[in-house]
């Protein structure tokens, strides 16, 4: 029986997960890590923690399975978020910032009154904000004595969460990223596949503190701390597209974890938006052209319903929200909008923050607890919507994975907003998945030149369709309700 390991390092935790060639899980083992919040709108996370934590969950996913290796290993991250080490030592110099970090806001602010985000945004199709890699490495240069002459003389190594992770498991011999990482960072032109000199020479990166850049299919490294090769890597994004089978141009997923990610595959060109999304790299499978997507991301969606929890204290686990919001049969006209770190897609506005409005006497919890939930789904219709503009056609379906696609009244929420079919696989954990199929073509796990569903046999199977159940005056209703609150945040 051949096997694949998916390293799923995430935001809150790490996860491993072992798959047979079927797509069955073999074993799997998750471990949250500590989040820092050095001043407000600033995340980091120690890498020592990412790493470590890793690695204790594939060991125990591989004890459950009484496997001592894996045929293959599949890496799937976190995206944007960077660490900066040092090549000899193999040491972090500074905490990781994470993609939610909002801290280079001002320097994005300052390349725009410059005019600079055309040009960026020809070359990477990315929008100009502090989400994206290339101002976050800048900052590290800047802010630790000495990195940047260190980082130009070619002693130091900047990489995105798969990076740190492939240098741990290759105990420093191996320093690479794929290319839809690389096209996370405003600093790889998503046209030639490869790290611009323009954007090297804007944001101050030198070339010899970036990895080299692989296809997300192929041979990366052997890992001596796990026993086997890396043969797949790609963002969490990109791997969760790839483990829906959204093989076709027009398909889309949406993963609803501590942010909201939807990705529609457009094929082997990038569709330039119009609607201020995002066009990057999808996948590349070694020796194929690559394919790209259109992507909003929305920054708070999980994290919400933990603000629910941690914050307010009117739930007590993340599965409560889902009884105390079914308690009412709407969210009696109140809005909550969580912005805490900006509006994403297709918003934009850095300096947006959250606001409850539509408060009255008879508001409870549940309400706010629905509301909520109405909002994770209000945020994600905004991006579909223009997603749907953008590709010049309707959605016909969305497909969702992730956390909180568990919660049945948030997808028929989404369905009743959408007025199309949403639909869950019986298997959630795409994002390990799709890292485990990349991983898997390029092993001798399967010989296929592309996804299907014949060459992943019952990886992915449908578990509920939820379908539009409210009336089009309602859904008007709530979007002109959501509309404004939004323009008040």
Known sequence: MATILALDQ?????????????????????????????????????????????????????????????????ITNQRETVVLWDRASGEPLHNAIVWQDRRTAPVTEQLKADGCEKMIREKTGLLLDPYFSAAKIAWLLDHIDGARDRAERGELAAGTIDSWLLWNLTEGRTFATDVTNASRTSLFNIHTLDWDSDLLDLFRVPRAVLPEVKPSSGLFAESTRLGAPVTGMAGDQQAALFGQLCTEPGMAKNTYGTGCFILMQTGTKPVPS??????????????????????????????????????????????????????????????????????????????????ITGLSHGTTSAHIAYATLEAIACQSADVLRAMAADAGAPLKEIRVDGGASQSDLLMQIQANLLGISVRRPTNIETTALGAAHLAGLSSNVWKKAEPSPSCFSNAWKIDCTFEPAISETKRKEIESRWANAVGKA
Do not use: C, M
Request: no cysteine; net charge negative.
């Open 274 to 355: 119009r609607n201020r999304l995002l066009t990057t790299v999808a996948w590349q499978l070694e020796g194929r052209p690559a394919k790209y997507a259109l992507e909003g991301s929305v920054f708070i969606a999980g994290a919400a319903i933990q603000w629910l929890r941690d914050g307010l204290g009117i739930i007590k686990s993340a599965s409560d929200i889902n009884e105390l919001a079914a308690q009412v049969s709407d969210s009696g006209g109140v809005t909550v909008v969580p912005a805490f770190t900006g509006l994403g897609a297709p918003h934009w506005n850095p300096d947006a923050r959250g606001i």
């Open 10 to 74: 995430g935001t809150s935790s790490s996860r491993s997960i072992l798959f047979d060639e079927g797509g069955e899980i073999l074993g799997s083992a998750q471990q949250e890590f500590r989040q820092i919040y050095p001043q407000p709108g600033w995340v980091e996370h120690n890498p020592a923690d990412i790493w470590t934590s890793q690695l204790e969950t594939a060991h125990k996913a591989l004890r459950q399975a009484d496997i001592a290796a894996p045929d293959a290993i599949g």
